[in-house]
């Protein structure tokens, strides 16, 4: 195979379906990056099983999906439909992971080997040839979709909630929280998502918010809301494995840009607020997504609260790109409130916050630092944020003096 012809994959998620010179599949994969992923069989060496498979591959086709955990899902599919030799050599179906949802009155989802599976014991998805994958897969679409995992027999006996609840994990089958009904809507979404059909999910989860509304159940809209971004941005880099994301060569060097979203609030007593949000892509400033916001709910000088709708706003524009770190001007309480409204969409991106410190003297880190994020580059992003919102705050001022 040319390397012109691989080259030109896509570098989105999806799955790649490798096949010989007569069109016979010869394995499926799944990728976070396709063009990466499937330049690497060609531009590094492989141990013999690799290398034979490379030498016969005459054509690769792809189909893209939205998010890495989806390609896992497509991948699982396709797996199971084509048995491709490359994928099942040296290892009988008995020893694939399924996920498997159970019959019972609130049923569990669980990951049982094929040797493991019983002929009535519900409804089941895969073959999954990572077991790392697939345990990673239920853990975030558990934050979507709460499913139990208590015995049918302790579902409703617990005198307080299980922590699974309390972290949004179990919907409160422990307590009784939760109808058969609803437990059974959400589970049945969940099966959607599993066999591929993410949008239908999104469709059905549109109209029960829609209704939620119209019947005044505004805080179960708002839950809908929430769940609906989580499943558009699902955070899955967790699938995408180390031969995916770095490339092939001795510098080693992750092609994926690394963006910085840094948060300022700026007032005086409570008066003309704003805030604003600039962005940093690779340590370097995108001046074409920075953006302003006036501040709208909040009275009186409150930057937390301030900080909080600014947040909240920015994360309903479902058509901005989500970064990979948000940084808040200010300490704890600040870092704190960003962090709420952060996984209380659903998300879990690391939140950090840069105080200068009692005497304004220093910079003081709230949060973990992301591997290979430096103060220096926190500072940079910081006053930029700082000197975005200060502009725009004088432009108000000025144009209010002027009324």
């Known amino acids: 195979?040319?390397?012109?012809?691989?080259?030109?994959?896509?570098?989105?998620?999806?799955?790649?379906?490798?096949?010989?010179?007569?069109?016979?599949?010869?394995?499926?994969?799944?990728?976070?990056?396709?063009?990466?992923?499937?330049?690497?069989?060609?531009?590094?060496?492989?141990?013999?099983?690799?290398q034979t498979l490379v030498s016969r591959i005459a054509s690769v086709d792809h189909r893209n999906t939205d998010?890495?955990?989806?390609?896992?899902?497509?991948?699982?599919?396709?797996?199971?439909?084509?048995?491709?030799?490359?994928?099942?050599?040296?290892?009988?179906?008995k020893s694939f992971l399924y996920i498997t949802i159970?019959?019972?009155?609130?049923?569990?989802?669980?990951?049982?080997?094929?040797?493991?599976?019983a002929s009535d014991s519900g409804k089941r998805f895969g073959p999954f040839t990572?077991?790392?994958?697939?345990?990673?897969?239920?853990?975030?679409?558990?934050?979507?979709?709460?499913?139990?995992?208590?015995?049918?027999?302790?579902?409703?006996?617990?005198?307080?909630?299980?922590?699974?609840?309390e972290i949004g994990l179990c919907p409160g089958t422990c307590v009784g929280a939760v109808s058969r009904k609803d437990y059974l809507k959400n589970i049945a979404n969940l099966k959607l998502f599993l066999a591929g059909k993410k949008a239908r999910v999104v469709r059905n989860l549109e109209m029960e918010m829609a209704a939620a509304s119209r019947g005044l159940e505004f805080e179960k809209?708002?839950?809908?809301?929430?769940?609906?971004?989580?499943?558009?941005?699902?955070?899955?880099?967790?699938?995408?494995?180390?031969?995916?994301?770095?490339?092939?060569?001795?510098?080693?060097?992750?092609?994926?840009?690394?963006?910085?979203?840094?948060?300022?609030?700026?007032?005086?007593?409570?008066?003309?607020?704003?805030?604003?949000?600039?962005?940093?892509t690779d340590g370097t400033p995108d001046r074409d997504a920075y953006r302003k916001f006036r501040i709208r709910t909040v009275s009186g000088s409150n930057d937390v609260a301030m900080l909080t709708e600014v947040l909240t706003r920015r994360l309903r524009h479902l058509e901005w790109p989500l970064p990979d770190l948000f940084l808040i001007d200010g300490g704890l309480p600040q870092a704190n409130a960003a962090h709420r409204v952060v996984r209380s969409a659903g998300l879990r991106i690391p939140v950090v916050g840069l105080a200068k410190g009692p005497e304004r003297k220093r910079n003081d880190v709230v949060g973990a630092l992301p591997k290979g994020v430096t103060i220096k580059t926190l500072i940079q992003v910081r006053d930029e944020a700082h000197r975005f919102a200060i502009g725009y705050h004088k432009a108000l001022r000025r144009a209010r003096s002027l009324e």
Request: charged share 30%.
């Open 1 to 50: 195979m040319k390397a012109s012809e691989y080259r030109k994959l896509p570098e989105t998620p999806g799955v790649y379906i490798m096949k010989d010179a007569a069109g016979q599949i010869l394995y499926v994969g799944k990728a976070g990056n396709l063009r990466r992923r499937v330049s690497s069989y060609f531009e590094r060496p492989h141990d013999v099983r690799i």
């Open 102 to 117: 159970t019959k019972e009155k609130f049923p569990r989802v669980l990951l049982v080997r094929g040797r493991d599976l």
């Open 130 to 165: 990572s077991a790392s994958s697939a345990r990673e897969a239920l853990k975030v679409l558990r934050k979507i979709f709460p499913w139990s995992t208590h015995d049918p027999d302790r579902v409703g006996t617990f005198t307080r909630p299980c922590f699974d609840y």
């Open 67 to 93: 998010t890495a955990i989806e390609a896992l899902i497509l991948e699982a599919e396709l797996i199971r439909k084509f048995m491709p030799p490359f994928n099942v050599k040296e290892k009988d179906d």
């Open 221 to 280: 809209a708002e839950k809908l809301r929430r769940r609906i971004f989580a499943l558009k941005h699902i955070e899955d880099t967790a699938f995408i494995s180390d031969s995916e994301v770095v490339l092939p060569g001795p510098a080693g060097v992750s092609r994926r840009p690394f963006r910085i979203e840094g948060y300022d609030i700026s007032n005086i007593s409570g008066t003309s607020a704003v805030g604003s949000l600039v962005v940093f």
